[in-house]
């Protein structure tokens, strides 16, 4: 199941995982505002339901 813990934090690289896409997507969908993140001091961490709650609002299981 692609949830796991609701409320964890993940970097840039699990959240690609979870996504099955490339840190370069999460980089390029973070930078367009089309994912949802937060900044712990100069790291950018993901919650994975903002995530997927944001995605599925959308109508979409990747944000192209």
Do not use: H
């Not at 199941?1 to 390029?28: F, G, H, M, W, Y």
């Amino acid at each position: 199941s692609i949830v796991e813990s609701r409320d964890e934090l993940l970097n840039k690289k699990e959240i690609a995982q979870k996504l099955k896409i490339s840190t370069r997507s999460v980089e390029n969908f973070t930078r367009r505002g089309l994912i949802p993140y937060v900044m712990i001091g100069r790291c950018v961490r993901f919650c994975l339901s903002d995530v997927l709650e944001t995605l599925k609002s959308r109508g979409s299981a990747t944000p192209f």
